[in-house]
């Protein structure tokens, strides 16, 4: 899978995506990145990508010109454009799974406030936002999606079992974790984990992994109850 980063920043402000799991991604040949800076597709001596808002108002906005130059030097037919925006659909893993369908994914990094609209008429440009709240970067939005996408690469874990115990996978929280001594400051860890019945095992994760979800995230335990009824 490629991703394009098209930012005001070079590639040293994408530092998280040359460590941990991305770096090995990269590495073991499953991701190859590119970084494409905007003040590239000027022509001013200043290399001017943004200016005031129409209508007056704070901030500044991406101008057109630069970004439909860069977006068509970038962009190809096999490639989703996508563009961090609290207007956007929503992040979620199933979200995720449908990205994952195109080979190669170009990040619009917005900055200050956004983009031209226009450049959204021009281009089949998709809108994902990461939540509820605002960030000063979409440079930072974008390493969201992009670090999201690329845990559930086939291989990039090492074991593709580890991306199906994540949050969300199934619609539900993740199971409580525990690791040595058994004991500690008086709070033992919970007897069936030392038992060795892999099946009891699993499913006490499974019933943590409801009661987590059922009690800090009522809003998707409500969804998981009219997806899966009982199960």
């Known amino acids: 899978m490629r991703f394009d980063f098209l930012s005001i920043f070079d590639s040293g402000y994408f530092v998280p995506l040359q460590e941990s799991i991305l770096k090995r991604a990269q590495q073991n040949g499953f991701l190859s990145i590119e970084y494409h800076n905007l003040r590239d597709y000027t022509d001013d001596p200043h ?4 200016d005031r808002p ?3 108002g704070p901030g500044m906005v991406f101008k057109p010109e630069p970004l439909y130059k860069a ?3 970038i962009y190809d037919d096999e490639s989703l454009l996508v563009y961090p925006s609290p207007a956007g659909e929503l992040l979620s893993q199933s979200l995720i799974g ?4 195109y080979p190669r994914i ?3 990094c917005g900055h200050y406030e956004g983009i031209d609209d226009r450049i959204k008429k021009i281009f089949p440009i998709k ?11 979409g440079a930072l939005a974008s390493m969201v999606i992009a670090d999201s ?3 559930q690469l086939p291989g990039v874990l090492g074991s593709d079992e580890s991306a199906k115990q994540d949050s969300f996978y199934n619609g539900l929280l993740d199971t409580p974790h525990y690791t040595r001594p058994a004991s500690f400051m008086g709070y033992d860890i919970p007897d069936v984990l030392l038992s060795g019945n892999h099946k009891q095992i699993q499913a006490w994760r499974f019933e943590e992994a409801k009661r987590v979800t059922k009690k800090n995230r009522p809003d998707l335990w409500i969804k998981y109850e009219q997806k899966n009824g009982d199960k």
């Open 149 to 151: 996408a690329v845990r």
């Open 106 to 108: 170009v990040f619009i």
């Open 127 to 137: 809108e994902i936002s990461i939540g509820d709240y605002v960030i000063t970067s």
């Open 54 to 56: 129409y209508g007056g």
């Open 71 to 73: 977006i068509k030097d």
């Open 47 to 50: 290399r001017t990508v943004d």
């Open 98 to 101: 449908k990205l994952l369908e």
